[in-house]
């Protein structure tokens, strides 16, 4: 089972690449996104603690990880006009994906993640 330090490291690694594709992207909001990853990379654990192996639930699921991907991209095809509206949209973006990256992890160890 990744640790908490694995799923803080993939999710910063991950909202830092996501952030570095955006067109408008500077240097600074590039580094918030390290934040903003290693962040929501635990969210998962944050929801449904890792008391046990069997700790996954609702949000360690492939319902999980398909609805995550849906809403990500549906925030990837946003077009915002204001500027609050380009935050959201950059914060969604990074944090979903640390989020997806979490339940990635995820998938790949002997439990698996369950249906639902």
């Given at each position: 089972?990744?640790?908490?330090?694995?799923?803080?490291?993939?999710?910063?690694?991950?909202?830092?690449?996501?952030?570095?594709?955006i067109p408008s992207a500077?240097?600074?909001?590039?580094?918030?996104s390290y934040f903003i990853?290693?962040?929501?990379?635990?969210?998962?654990?944050?929801?449904?603690?890792?008391?046990?192996?069997?700790?996954?639930?609702?949000?360690?699921?492939?319902?999980?990880?398909?609805?995550?991907?849906?809403?990500?991209?549906?925030?990837?095809?946003?077009e915002p006009k204001s500027?609050?509206?380009?935050?959201?949209?950059?914060?969604?973006?990074?944090?979903?994906?640390?989020?997806?990256?979490?339940?990635?992890?995820?998938?790949?160890?002997?439990?698996?993640?369950?249906?639902?």
């Amino acid at each position: 089972m990744p640790s908490r330090v694995t799923h803080e490291f993939a999710g910063s690694i991950t909202g830092m690449a996501v952030a570095a594709s955006i067109p408008s992207a500077s240097v600074i909001s590039v580094g918030a996104s390290y934040f903003i990853g290693k962040g929501a990379g635990c969210i998962p654990d944050l929801l449904e603690p890792a008391t046990s192996p069997n700790h996954r639930r609702v949000f360690h699921s492939w319902i999980a990880l398909a609805a995550m991907g849906y809403g990500w991209k549906k925030a990837y095809d946003w077009e915002p006009k204001s500027d609050l509206d380009k935050f959201i949209r950059y914060v969604a973006l990074v944090g979903g994906a640390a989020v997806i990256s979490h339940l990635a992890l995820d998938s790949f160890t002997p439990k698996s993640l369950p249906l639902m």
